[in-house]
Nanobody
Framework: QVQLVESGGGSVQAGGSLNVSCAAS????????MAWYRQIPGKQRELVAD???????NYADSVKGRFTISRDNTKNMVNLQMENLKPEDTAVYYC??????????????WGQGTQVTVSS
């Protein structure tokens, strides 16, 4: 089972920048897709961005042009650089991985979450 540890996040004023990182307990070249989700209390968790092992990326419309997801295979990490932050970006951000394991199928892992707060 993949273990994920997030770091970064915090509080910033609107227009500012933050970076959140997620360290995996395994070599990430074995992970098919790494992603960041976010969740506001009382709402469903939503996909922010994901990146697959071929470095193809996908972003939610609300963050396109402002957020950048990247994988660092040397450090087994996935990063989310967030620019021009808005108050509506305030949420708990979760790291997620999807790995296909022969004989077991798709395996999902989640980090513990890290708070991002953007004040107006």
């Amino acid at each position: 089972q993949v273990q994920l540890v997030e770091s970064g996040g915090g509080s910033v004023q609107a227009g500012g920048s933050l970076n959140v990182s997620c360290a995996a307990s395994v070599t990430i070249s074995t992970i098919n897709t790494m992603a960041w989700y976010r969740q506001i209390p009382g709402k469903q968790r939503e996909l922010v961005a994901d990146i697959n092992k071929h470095d193809y990326t996908n972003y939610a419309d609300s963050v396109k042009g402002r957020f950048t997801i990247s994988r660092d295979n040397t450090k087994n990490m996935v990063n989310l650089q967030m620019e021009n932050l808005k108050p509506e970006d305030t949420a708990v951000y979760y790291c997620n991985t999807q790995t296909f394991v022969a004989g077991k199928g798709w395996q999902t892992a989640w980090g513990q979450g890290t708070q991002v707060t953007v004040s107006s």
